[in-house]
């Protein structure tokens, strides 16, 4: 008798996430290290804009930054996604994790 293969971190993602291929999982994979690491160059920038000072935390910051930078992730990841030929994916992605925040299911 055959056991089944055995499958590998990315055939778990591609299951997961209903994707097509491997190559769909990695483009996936790129938008989400490309949307963090757009998020960590010009979060500083707006910051220093708008005059506020992330040296020192508070919970007024913290709020603060989640408020500016949730949204802005967001959209840089449909953006990111759009690049790469993802947006469908992504788009999808983003309705449920709204659906989460606003505690309805579906």
């Known amino acids: 008798m055959d056991s089944p293969k055995k499958q590998n971190f990315l055939q778990k993602l591609q299951g997961k996430w209903q994707l097509n291929s491997i190559k769909q999982v990695l483009l996936v994979l790129l938008v989400f290290a490309?949307?963090?690491?757009?998020?960590l160059f010009i979060k500083q920038p707006i910051f220093d804009l708008l005059?506020?000072?992330?040296?020192?935390?508070?919970v007024w910051k913290t709020i603060l930054y989640l408020l500016l930078v949730l949204?802005?992730?967001?959209a840089v990841?449909?953006?990111?996604?759009?690049v790469f030929g993802?947006?469908?994916?992504?788009?999808?992605?983003e309705k449920k994790f709204f659906r989460?925040?606003?505690?309805?299911?579906?």
Do not use: A, C, V
């Open 86 to 93: 993802q947006f469908s994916f992504f788009w999808e992605h």
């Open 71 to 74: 949204p802005l992730y967001q």
């Open 34 to 39: 490309l949307t963090g690491f757009t998020i």
């Open 77 to 82: 990841l449909l953006l990111w996604g759009f």
């Open 51 to 58: 005059g506020i000072s992330m040296e020192k935390g508070g």
């Open 100 to 106: 989460r925040i606003i505690g309805r299911k579906g």
